[in-house]
């Protein structure tokens, strides 16, 4: 796994990747989901996008993934953007039924036109760090929901690419199994230094993993505060107990709601 | 406790425990049930087809009716194998026009999909046609097929297509556009071309709503066949079954009427289960339609 490892850098020292600028994104030409939407990710970073549902999490995600295209404003990648640069873990496991995990994870390279054996080491490699080595040849109807998740998480990281957008990846599924996946996409985070946005709506999610938290508030979406969590890496499950995770959470939560009252007010008047 | 020791869970280990005695107990039922459902799903269908015609056997016989109104099931297989010379080559034209005529839909029912899916305008344009074609009863136009077309064989071919094809043509239409729109947007994200998006997303996902169609289409296209031959009386190539069910209507030969009957309802028996083990030899693995659950 050596050969896919990046360093990463601190905080502050680490080469930008991409840039939003100032994006509108608006829906049927009234819908204003995102207004003046700002954000950098450097390499190596573990960026949350945390807010209220409808806040436009997954719209700021789709931007950025090419889905769609903002209505004002630009999308910069730094040394432009080509076909490798993305990798992304949906809410739903969102694997092929038919095709066997093996097959699943082989697919970015299939697009590519790479044969299964050129790459078969590195999909073992991948499917190794995911834990689902035994795995191979199952089907998706034989793993567990958890297992599914890895599965696409394995998918998004064979490609080693330069960013990788999570959707609320962990949350449909039960809180041990999500608190196991967050432990686990550390450990790769250290082995791969992969870059990743993970979009979701947990504080305490938000504060176990990253190490910057982009607070959004909702009706027009934009972010309203950056939270830096500066607690070094490795974290395991004694972080969570920790009085510093615990203030961290406070103040995340309190800018939060403070996010949410804002809104209402600004509705009322 | 006596249901847990009739050996049903012979691989557990014997346990004293009251609990789990009870836990075998229930899977014991369980079982027992699962076992009584497999023969019954054999065994049902036998017992009363078995009935049906052991009460048509005594209807003819008590109630004396002659043979020129109804034969009794036992004449009828007689002459069967008496005929057998004069119905199976029959039947083999009837076969030979029913499998072409699929495969013609099958292959013009999916190339008109994926068509039609790759472009709007395809759609647009021809889709009414199709529609058209399925709503026209055949009976109404199978004459002018017969004017128009002077080959008896490419004519019944013609029209036992026409009534096979739409259901290809719109279940894979219908498949080939629910392709999950996460996989799609990650076919986007990796910048997959037409004819991948197509090979590796498309084609798989419209293949359960294809075979559905197929299970349609093959019963249709025997359908159409008969009721073809029917309006061509003696005119086309005349020699499938349909047409010696008619010949032997004139004649007042009801047993080879029953005969010739009876050959066409197993053809349409066996193309059911044929494109039934298709569908489930091709889904078994993956599809929820062709999972076993436990
Ligand atoms: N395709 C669309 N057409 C019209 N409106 C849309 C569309 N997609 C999103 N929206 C609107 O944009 C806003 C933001 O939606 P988005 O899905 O980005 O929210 P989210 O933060 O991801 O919410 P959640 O946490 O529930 O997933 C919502 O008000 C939604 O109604
Ligand atoms: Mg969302």
């Given at each position: 796994m050596t050969d896919i490892h990046r360093d990463i850098k601190p905080l502050g020292e680490r080469p930008r990747i991409l840039q939003m600028q100032e994006v509108d994104k608006t829906f049927n030409g009234n819908v204003a989901a995102l207004r003046r939407m700002s954000l950098t990710v450097n390499e190596g970073d573990l960026i949350s996008l945390l807010g209220p549902s409808g806040c436009g999490k997954s719209t700021a995600l789709r931007l950025i993934a090419g889905l769609m295209r903002p209505t004002r404003g630009r999308i910069v990648w730094d040394g432009g953007q080509s076909a490798d640069d993305l990798g992304v873990v949906f809410q739903e496991p969102t694997l092929m039924p038919w095709a066997t995990v093996i097959q699943n994870v082989y697919l970015p390279f299939r697009l590519r036109g790479q044969s299964l054996a050129s790459v078969r080491d590195r999909i073992g490699e991948v499917l190794h760090l995911v834990g689902l080595d035994k795995f191979v040849e199952s089907y998706p109807r034989e793993l567990s929901g958890g297992m599914k998740m890895r599965v696409s998480i394995a998918r998004a990281l064979v490609t080693n690419p330069r960013l990788i957008l999570m959707d609320e990846p962990f949350a449909a599924l039960d809180e041990i199994t999500r608190q196991k996946l967050n432990?686990?996409?550390?450990?790769?985070?250290?082995?791969?230094?992969?870059?990743?946005?993970f979009v979701t709506h947990s504080v305490f999610e938000s504060v176990f993993l990253s190490d910057r938290i982009l607070v959004m508030a909702p009706r027009p979406g934009r972010v309203i505060s950056e939270i830096t969590v500066d607690q070094p890496y490795p974290r395991d499950s004694a972080f969570r107990t920790s009085p510093e995770y615990a203030a961290i959470a406070r103040r995340t939560s309190d800018t939060l709601m403070a996010a949410m009252g804002n809104t209402e007010m600004e509705a009322e008047t | 406790m006596s249901i847990a020791e009739d050996g049903t869970s012979g691989l557990k280990p014997a346990v004293n425990e009251p609990e789990s005695a009870l836990y075998d107990a229930e899977e014991a039922r369980y079982a027992r049930a699962r076992r009584i459902e497999a023969v019954a799903k054999w065994a049902l269908p036998i017992i009363v087809m078995t009935l049906a015609i052991w009460g048509w056997d005594r209807l003819v016989v008590i109630n004396n009716i002659p043979k020129y109104i109804l034969p009794s099931p036992g004449l009828v297989v007689e002459t069967l194998i008496k005929d057998w010379g004069i119905l199976y080559p029959s039947m083999l034209v009837t076969l030979k026009i029913?499998?072409?005529?699929?495969?013609?839909?099958?292959v013009g029912g999916v190339l008109l999909a994926v068509l039609f899916t790759q472009s709007k305008f395809a759609e647009m344009s021809f889709f009414p046609f199709a529609v058209i074609m399925q709503v026209t009863p055949i009976v109404s136009v199978a004459p002018l097929i017969f004017i128009y077309v002077t080959n008896g064989f490419v004519a019944l071919i013609l029209c036992a297509w026409i009534v096979?094809?739409?259901?290809?043509?719109a279940n894979t239409t219908l498949g080939l556009k629910s392709a999950d729109h996460?996989?799609?947007?990650?076919?986007t994200i990796y910048r997959a071309n037409r004819w991948q998006r197509l090979r590796y997303l498309q084609l798989p996902s419209a293949l359960p709503y294809f075979l559905g169609g197929l299970r349609i289409a093959g019963g249709l296209s025997l359908i159409g066949a008969i009721v073809a031959e029917y309006v061509a009386g003696s005119t086309a190539a005349g020699s499938g079954l349909a047409f010696r069910i008619?010949?032997?209507?004139?004649?007042?030969?009801?047993?080879?009427?029953?005969?010739?009957?009876?050959?066409?309802?197993?053809?349409?028996?066996?193309?059911f289960m044929i494109t039934a083990g298709l569908n489930h030899f091709l889904l078994r693995k993956w599809h929820e339609s062709a999972l076993k659950r436990d």
């Open positions: 432990n686990d996409l550390l450990s790769l985070k250290a082995a791969t230094g992969c870059t990743v946005i | 029913t499998l072409t005529a699929l495969a013609v839909a099958v096979a094809f739409f259901p290809i043509l996460n996989l799609r947007d990650l076919m008619l010949e032997a209507s004139y004649r007042l030969n009801i047993p080879r009427m029953y005969a010739g009957l009876l050959l066409i309802a197993l053809m349409g028996v066996a193309i």
